[in-house]
């Protein structure tokens, strides 16, 4: 693996021994996350003979500290993305958002055309989140915590209280403190953000698109993701045994091999294979 800087970015990139496809993936990240939780995906694809890569968005380790990731918006973190694909030259890459980074790579692909495919994983919906989901989710004092934060504008982060309720429920218990720590503060107002919804115009965005939702999922319900697959009228893929993180919890192979299979059939691709 290569980490690569991009002014105050940090990028992984997982090269292939032979790279078989013409176009990158690039993977992105969602709330409080880095790119160490998309390890599995990341090894996979490269061995399978994609170029791929994964960015740390702003404030987020490895990334550079953001003193001001307080105030940090969903639009900053397109500016991130779209950022590296310049850099990168990687215009052309198919873009794969989890959670957060599902709604970043929306936003990203309508504004580049050259974009190959999309693809969301248990995505934050453009149309925002429904309330009762809120009171469901965090007890009192998660809740007083986030007001006290709000209002010093201090990033929050993650619970351990939270955390096996929503991101780790579907985790083996003996995985769960070392996946946990792979996660960091966020801002609170890109969470007021996905609470109360970011425009998304579907016909703006031209590429295939695929949307994965898990039954299992209590952050982002599969009732949310398939109406985002209709808002989009993308393709959808369901899943009855992962949850929140289907790329770490057991039987993770599956998803990565279906979407290798969906790309393989959705994006035709007759570049001549090449040492990486």
């Not at 970043?104 to 504004?111: D, E, H, P, S, Y």
């Not at 007083?144 to 982060?157: G, I, L, R, Y």
């Not at 949310?224 to 993180?245: N, R």
């Amino acid at each position: 693996m290569l980490r690569i800087k991009i002014d105050n970015l940090a990028v992984d990139n997982h090269q292939p021994k032979i790279i078989k496809y013409s176009y990158p993936l690039l993977f992105i990240h969602g709330a409080g996350g880095t790119s160490e939780y998309l390890k599995n995906y990341l090894q996979f694809f490269a061995r399978a003979g994609w170029q791929s890569y994964a960015i740390n968005l702003r404030g987020h380790h490895p990334s550079d500290q953001e003193f001001a990731l307080a105030h940090t918006t969903i639009e900053d973190y397109v500016e991130d993305v779209e950022r590296v694909m310049r850099e990168l030259a990687i215009e052309n890459c198919v873009l794969i958002g989890h959670s957060m980074g599902g709604l970043i790579a929306l936003k990203t692909a309508m504004k580049f055309k050259s974009v190959k495919a999309l693809i969301t994983i248990a995505s934050s919906p453009p149309f925002g989140v429904p309330l009762e989901m809120h009171a469901d989710l965090l007890d009192p004092g998660t809740m007083m915590k986030s007001v006290w934060d709000m209002m010093n504008f201090t990033p929050a982060a993650t619970s351990a209280f939270m955390a096996e309720k929503t991101l780790l429920n579907n985790i083996d218990e003996a995985e769960r403190e070392e996946i946990f720590r792979m996660f960091v503060a966020e801002s609170l107002m890109v969470g007021y953000q996905i609470a109360q919804g970011v425009f998304v115009d579907p016909a703006q965005i031209k590429c295939p698109e695929l949307v994965i939702g898990c039954k299992l999922d209590v952050m982002a319900p599969e009732s949310m993701e398939q109406k985002l697959a209709e808002f989009l009228q993308a393709d959808y893929i369901s899943y009855e045994q992962f949850a929140h993180l289907p790329m770490l919890e057991t039987g993770w192979e599956q998803s990565a091999k279906d979407i290798a299979n969906w790309l393989k059939k959705n994006i035709p691709d007759k570049k001549p294979k090449k040492k990486g």
